[in-house]
């Protein structure tokens, strides 16, 4: 399995009407909590315990709620919030 993230519980409902540019942001930095913690957890599913807490992430222009799911070896984005 391959670390991935995605938005949950959709794309259209998390970010639809946010501006391209944040929507850039916020993959971008999907992608690089992603490989951060495909480094933390190299076998995701094995991972034992309970799941790390969501965070609020700030990029420019917003934030978005991200949860890690090590055993899914997923993050996903949960919510958007813009300027």
Same mark, same amino acid.
Request: proline share 7%; glycine share 8%; aromatic share 10%.
């Given at each position: #399995?391959?670390? &991935?993230? *995605?938005?949950? %519980?959709?794309?259209?409902?998390?970010? /639809?009407?946010? %501006? %391209?540019?944040?929507?850039? #942001? $916020?993959?971008?930095?999907?992608?690089? +909590?992603?490989?951060?913690?495909?480094? =933390?957890? =190299?076998?995701?599913?094995? @991972?034992?315990?309970?799941?790390?807490?969501?965070?609020? $992430?700030? $990029? %420019? /222009?917003? #934030? @978005?709620? @991200? +949860? +890690?799911?090590? &055993?899914? *070896?997923? /993050?996903?984005? =949960?919510? $958007?919030?813009? =300027?």
């Amino acid at each position: #399995m391959s670390w &991935r993230w *995605e938005y949950d %519980p959709s794309e259209e409902h998390v970010i /639809g009407g946010a %501006p %391209p540019a944040l929507v850039a #942001m $916020v993959e971008k930095r999907a992608d690089e +909590l992603v490989r951060a913690a495909e480094a =933390l957890y =190299l076998d995701g599913t094995l @991972f034992q315990g309970e799941n790390p807490k969501s965070e609020h $992430v700030r $990029v %420019p /222009g917003g #934030m @978005f709620v @991200f +949860l +890690l799911v090590p &055993r899914h *070896e997923c /993050g996903y984005i =949960l919510q $958007v919030t813009y =300027l």
